[in-house]
């Protein structure tokens, strides 16, 4: 007998024809507690969906073993954001089948009238940080977002506001095909002032473009920065390529600065983190004012000092050092080093040619494969009616690679 996994839409009264059919015949129902209440009525026993997903698998292979008629029934569709892939992955495909329901974000787009091919959706159910919500923002104009209790509408207006201001709207979709349904569109200002219903989804509309769009090679002069305390655009370059980012990478920019080479690199690494580590206050403040003006939602800030703010960060597998070997360079590096992803990458700038001399010296302890690149560019300057090319400092970039095993 096959196992049938039924999606029951927004609402059961509206499933199709062919669902209905599968749940009358069933003689073994499982789902949500609040699901199953929508069939209190209906003969069949009834196993709670809410119980460690090994143990119901147990008791529906149990069942099925039996020759009894066993249907899985789920909000929404089963194969999005739902439970039919774990299902699936236990039970065997060949012991499953997969009835498909109306998803609520097909259902949001269908109230919104917009097409939904393009939405990008998120689900923050159990998520402690909005890094899914950030990298949908940085890619698509539309994002669905499934809420919970801890990430209600309210606190994700509050999130995106902390991060680039008012760039978006947003609208709130409550008690989706229900009595109940309400559908409103809101400033991040106003939604953050406001409750609404536990069952509700957001889909969030970017109204507005950053002040500097985000990307590689922007302009120094469009950062918020102390002067001469940004890693030059030449030098910016030159350590994106080397660090050889991929979308999912996990990125230490220390010893940030204004944050320019972190917020560049977070529209490479767009479904990754970064991480934006600054100790001087003021500093912070640019870095902060730098994400708003480019939208780089996914950039996060750690106010602290090294090595001492590093051990609540995730292990990074790309780490840039533009700031703070010239004092610890030991015990930063050692901190790096061992923390650094196997397979992972090393790009740190040295001015001074004994900070170049120890950390190579560390990293020959390590036994990491390296090699050191000058850059040294320069850029026009006027004078005299002409152009002249005023030189930037040299730069030793060091670049090492954490061997595997």
């Given at each position: 007998?096959?196992?049938?996994?039924?999606?029951?839409?927004?609402?059961?009264?509206?499933?199709?024809?062919?669902?209905?059919?599968?749940?009358?015949?069933?003689?073994?129902?499982?789902?949500?507690?609040?699901?199953?209440?929508?069939?209190?009525?209906?003969?069949?026993?009834?196993?709670?969906?809410?119980?460690?997903?090994?143990?119901?698998?147990?008791?529906?292979?149990?069942?099925?073993?039996?020759?009894?008629?066993?249907?899985?029934?789920?909000?929404?569709?089963?194969?999005?954001?739902?439970?039919?892939?774990?299902?699936?992955?236990?039970?065997?495909?060949?012991?499953?089948?997969?009835?498909?329901?109306?998803?609520?974000?097909?259902?949001?787009?269908?109230?919104?009238?917009?097409?939904?091919?393009?939405?990008?959706?998120?689900?923050?159910?159990?998520?402690?940080?909005?890094?899914?919500?950030?990298?949908?923002?940085?890619?698509?104009?539309?994002?669905?977002?499934?809420?919970?209790?801890?990430?209600?509408?309210?606190?994700?207006?509050?999130?995106?506001?902390?991060?680039?201001?008012?760039?978006?709207?947003?609208?709130?979709?409550?008690?989706?095909?229900?009595?109940?349904?309400?559908?409103?569109?809101?400033?991040?200002?106003?939604?953050?002032?406001?409750?609404?219903?536990?069952?509700?989804?957001?889909?969030?509309?970017?109204?507005?473009?950053?002040?500097?769009?985000?990307?590689?090679?922007?302009?120094?002069?469009?950062?918020?920065?102390?002067?001469?305390?940004?890693?030059?655009?030449?030098?910016?370059?030159?350590?994106?390529?080397?660090?050889?980012?991929?979308?999912?990478?996990?990125?230490?920019?220390?010893?940030?600065?204004?944050?320019?080479?972190?917020?560049?690199?977070?529209?490479?690494?767009?479904?990754?983190?970064?991480?934006c580590v600054e100790k001087n206050a003021n500093?912070?403040?640019?870095?902060?004012?730098?994400?708003?003006?480019?939208?780089?939602?996914?950039?996060?800030?750690?106010?602290?000092?090294?090595?001492?703010?590093?051990?609540?960060?995730?292990d990074p597998d790309r780490v840039f050092i533009?700031?703070?070997?010239?004092?610890?360079a030991d015990t930063l590096l050692g901190v790096?080093?061992?923390?650094?992803?196997?397979?992972?990458?090393?790009?740190?700038?040295?001015?001074?040619?004994?900070?170049?001399?120890?950390?190579?010296?560390?990293?020959?302890?390590?036994?990491?494969?390296?090699?050191?690149?000058?850059?040294?560019?320069?850029?026009?300057?006027?004078?005299?009616?002409?152009?002249?090319?005023?030189?930037?400092?040299?730069?030793?970039?060091?670049?090492?690679?954490?061997?595997?095993?």
């Amino acid at each position: 007998m096959t196992i049938h996994i039924v999606g029951l839409g927004q609402n059961p009264e509206n499933i199709p024809d062919n669902s209905r059919t599968l749940i009358d015949m069933a003689q073994v129902l499982c789902a949500t507690q609040d699901d199953l209440a929508c069939f209190d009525d209906h003969p069949a026993e009834k196993i709670p969906l809410d119980a460690p997903i090994d143990e119901v698998c147990a008791q529906l292979s149990a069942r099925q073993s039996d020759g009894l008629e066993v249907v899985v029934l789920t909000g929404g569709d089963p194969l999005f954001f739902g439970i039919a892939e774990a299902l699936v992955d236990r039970l065997g495909a060949d012991e499953t089948r997969v009835h498909p329901g109306v998803t609520i974000v097909q259902t949001a787009a269908a109230r919104l009238r917009i097409p939904w091919q393009d939405v990008r959706t998120v689900s923050l159910g159990g998520q402690d940080d909005n890094q899914p919500l950030f990298s949908a923002l940085l890619q698509s104009r539309w994002v669905a977002v499934y809420t919970d209790a801890r990430n209600i509408p309210s606190a994700i207006a509050q999130s995106i506001l902390d991060k680039s201001g008012d760039t978006h709207r947003m609208w709130v979709l409550e008690d989706l095909e229900d009595d109940r349904e309400r559908i409103d569109r809101y400033t991040l200002g106003e939604a953050r002032k406001k409750s609404f219903s536990p069952r509700s989804i957001v889909m969030l509309e970017r109204v507005a473009q950053p002040e500097v769009p985000l990307g590689l090679g922007t302009p120094d002069d469009l950062f918020m920065r102390e002067t001469g305390l940004i890693t030059k655009g030449p030098a910016r370059a030159v350590a994106i390529a080397a660090l050889r980012l991929r979308p999912e990478s996990v990125l230490w920019d220390l010893g940030a600065g204004c944050g320019a080479l972190g917020i560049e690199a977070s529209s490479v690494a767009y479904n990754g983190r970064v991480f934006c580590v600054e100790k001087n206050a003021n500093r912070v403040a640019m870095i902060r004012e730098n994400i708003r003006r480019t939208g780089a939602y996914l950039a996060e800030i750690v106010h602290g000092t090294m090595p001492g703010c590093l051990p609540d960060l995730p292990d990074p597998d790309r780490v840039f050092i533009g700031g703070g070997l010239t004092q610890d360079a030991d015990t930063l590096l050692g901190v790096v080093c061992a923390r650094l992803r196997p397979g992972g990458r090393l790009v740190a700038h040295a001015v001074l040619l004994d900070t170049l001399t120890r950390a190579r010296q560390i990293l020959d302890e390590c036994d990491w494969p390296y090699s050191v690149t000058l850059i040294q560019a320069g850029e026009s300057a006027p004078l005299a009616g002409d152009l002249r090319i005023a030189a930037h400092n040299p730069v030793f970039a060091l670049i090492a690679d954490k061997p595997d095993a």
